[in-house]
T-cell receptor, first 118, second 114 residues
Framework: AQTVTQSQPEMSVQEAETVTLSCTYDTSESNYYLFWYKQPPSRQMILVIRQEAYKQQNATENRFSVNFQKAAKSFSLKISDSQLGDTAMYFCAFMSPYSGAGSYQLTFGKGTKLSVIP | DAGITQSPRYKITETGRQVTLMCHQTWSHSYMFWYRQDLGHGLRLIYYSAAADITDKGEVPDGYVVSRSKTENFPLTLESATRSQTSVYFC?????????????FGPGTRLTVL
């Protein structure tokens, strides 16, 4: 079974600064997807960014980028120019669509609570 | 409006009662999922469905029942609610093809079992 570990329960960052959230995972699969989801106080789960394991290029979405290290099984999220609206819980998640029954399910880490300080 | 909705948004019930949480999506996505979110655990999969009339267990299925008679609906039933089932419940849907794998989440239902 896959596991996802987020070792930072809480983090804080000054507005306009850069912050990196860590995520490691364990799998024996070679093809898979990794995701970062944002959960603001509204509780809505919002997809921030996704990475396909077969792509060597790190994914970017505006101020959000990832550092994907496949050999190290590491998938960190960098948020540049942090904004007050970035305050939220951030979840790292794993999916292996090619592993048979139930393969489209997400396995989540426990989350990192990020606070952006004015 | 298109999207994924859950009802009710909040529910308080008593131990031993049956409770059904509803989930409806308008995209005709083939896959639907139920997760529960608890402090210190992130989100954990309860049940999922690959299509109408096809369901399977996830990581924490005990005490829950699901059905999927129509593609757009995926209700979750707690047959005899227990305090340990106090949680926030999220429904999600996905086209789940080799290209489109993203899951889209409903707004969640906060359930309190007294």
């Amino acid at each position: 079974a896959q596991t996802v570990t987020q070792s930072q329960p809480e983090m804080s960052v000054q507005e306009a600064e850069t912050v990196t959230l860590s995520c490691t995972y364990d799998t024996s699969e070679s093809n898979y997807y990794l995701f970062w989801y944002k959960q603001p106080p509204s509780r809505q789960m919002i997809l921030v960014i996704r990475q396909e394991a077969y792509k060597q290029q790190n994914a970017t979405e505006n101020r959000f980028s990832v550092n994907f290290q496949k050999a190290a099984k590491s998938f960190s999220l960098k948020i540049s120019d942090s904004q007050l609206g970035d305050t939220a819980m951030y979840f790292c998640a794993f999916m292996s669509p090619y592993s048979g029954a139930g393969s489209y399910q997400l396995t989540f880490g426990k989350g990192t609570k990020l606070s952006v300080i004015p | 409006d298109a999207g994924i909705t859950q009802s009710p948004r909040y529910k308080i019930t008593e131990t031993g009662r049956q409770v059904t949480l509803m989930c409806h999506q308008t995209w005709s996505h083939s896959y639907m999922f139920w997760y529960r979110q608890d402090l210190g655990h992130g989100l954990r999969l309860i049940y999922y469905s690959a299509a109408a009339d096809i369901t399977d267990k996830g990581e924490v299925p005990d005490g829950y029942v699901v059905s999927r008679s129509k593609t757009e609906n995926f209700p979750l039933t707690l047959e005899s609610a227990t305090r340990s089932q106090t949680s926030v419940y999220f429904c999600a849907s996905s086209e789940s093809t080799g290209v489109s794998v993203e899951q889209f989440f409903g707004p969640g239902t906060r359930l309190t079992v007294l």
